[in-house]
């Protein structure tokens, strides 16, 4: 794997929502066979995050007994990067792309991969551009794709067109109005993604699909941005709009895939 995460080694601000810096990691020291031997990240997991039902216990837990790299019950387990290996000292898993200066689970609910799922809605506009719908995060400010995590025995087609509903259009449609545009998605992207809220034990996973409107479905929907979300908008394409974690990568492969 030569790709080297970014966005989650930012050590010029705190973790989010915390007070917790990272340890600085040069590149050349990412992935962990190379040798690190005073290696040792400050070990974080947010209050918000213990105790809830769609979180794993402490790693130490003697009643936590995981069916790793597997689905374990209604829980994936499964990374689409590869067979994730685990820390002798503490057992959890490793973050399979390398280093990210922090231990824990930060604000992630699984040890090992989050699973996610991104809906990229797409149309032409009037004047001929290739768009797609873009909310802005209340958390952090940045434009990102409006999508989310995968809940425990959730079939990824329902997250695409659950997530796209409650952040996009703040959960007020009816669910059979856009049948016709969720019946003709197409898969961009299956893996990785370079989040801020990534550790060196929890990373996220997502899936992408593209739905594009080509039949002007959304011209008389009420798009609007939901609770997790300040705003909404049409985003071409072509824009320098910085977005968050790896959107910007998947807005480049729907350009691809528009292009042939």
Not at 184 to 196: A, S, W
Not at 233 to 259: C, G, M, N, T
Request: a negative charge; glycine letters at 6%; one cysteine or more.
């Amino acid at each position: 794997m030569s790709f080297v995460h970014q966005k989650c080694r930012n050590v010029d601000v705190p973790y989010l929502g915390s007070q917790i810096y990272r340890t600085s990691v040069p590149d050349d020291l990412v992935k962990w066979n190379r040798d690190w031997a005073d290696y040792a990240p400050p070990n974080y997991t947010d209050k918000k995050v213990h105790g809830q039902a769609w979180a794993d216990p402490e790693i130490n837990d003697h009643k936590f007994s995981p069916n790793w790299n597997a689905v374990d019950g209604k829980i994936n387990r499964v990374s689409f990067v590869c067979q994730y290996t685990f820390d002798p000292k503490t057992l959890s898993p490793i973050n399979p792309i390398g280093r990210t200066g922090l231990a824990g689970r930060g604000l992630l609910g699984r040890w090992g991969p989050n699973h996610a799922a991104d809906p990229i809605v797409s149309r032409i506009s009037d004047e001929g551009h290739l768009e797609f719908v873009a909310i802005q995060r209340r958390d952090n400010r940045e434009w990102a794709i409006p999508g989310g995590m995968v809940d425990a025995g959730e079939h990824v087609t329902q997250t695409l067109q659950r997530e796209f509903t409650e952040e996009a259009m703040n959960g007020n449609i009816d669910k059979d109005s856009l049948k016709e545009l969720w019946s003709d998605g197409k898969e961009l992207y299956r893996g990785y993604v370079d989040d801020p809220r990534n550790t060196d034990n929890a990373w996220m996973e997502t899936v992408v699909f593209n739905f594009h409107d080509s039949n002007g479905l959304l011209n008389n929907v009420d798009l609007q941005a939901g609770d997790d979300a300040t705003a909404l908008r049409w985003i071409r394409v072509d824009s320098k709009e910085p977005l968050y974690a790896s959107h910007a990568h998947f807005i480049d492969l729907l350009k691809s895939a528009h292009s042939k």
